[in-house]
């Protein structure tokens, strides 16, 4: 009895901020600006300037509480110049966003690289600025991407990447 006493006190509690939760949706692209990879031994190093990478950006993201925002985000890099340079691929993950003042966010992901090469689990951090109404704003963002686990993947040290993304963001 008292463990559904318990369960019913904490629905209870919940039960505001579940009814006041907000959707969000992001649409955006995003660019490496500098990556440097290391495997089997050799070094490389890469910015902007030798290769463009542009990728679309799309994040769903469920708000229960206001500042903290659950989500998925996938993101498909569609295109490289360059010879030699591959696009960044797919990825797709879970992701938490922090909402510490209403213009500034810090956020962090989980994304799955599936193609082009080997799948791949990354860890992704974001810290960005919001600039609008709350219902429609606008964000850019600066992103580093590391990988975790893969095939030729050790933690943090094989590869890590850096770029820039900007889009709009919706809330419902």
Excluded: C
Excluded at 69 to 88: H, S, W
């Amino acid at each position: 009895m008292k463990k559904l006493m318990m369960a019913v006190g904490l629905a209870a509690l919940a039960a505001p901020a579940i009814a006041n939760a907000d959707l969000g949706v992001r649409f955006g692209l995003e660019t490496p600006i500098y990556t440097h990879v290391d495997q089997n031994g050799q070094s490389n190093s890469f910015s902007i300037g030798d290769t463009f990478q542009p990728a679309f950006n799309i994040l769903a993201e469920w708000y229960p509480i206001g500042l903290i925002g659950l989500g998925l985000e996938f993101k498909e890099g569609f295109a490289a110049t360059g010879t030699g340079y591959p696009r960044t691929g797919t990825n797709i993950g879970p992701n938490v966003t922090l909402a510490l003042i209403p213009s500034i966010y810090f956020r962090a992901a989980l994304p799955v690289h599936v193609e082009p090469g080997n799948v791949t689990w990354n860890f992704r951090v974001a810290a960005g600025w919001k600039i609008g109404l709350p219902l429609m704003a606008f964000y850019i963002e600066a992103i580093g991407d590391f990988p975790m686990v893969g095939t030729n993947v050790t933690a943090f040290s094989s590869a890590q990447q850096f770029g820039l993304g900007a889009g709009l963001w919706l809330t419902f």
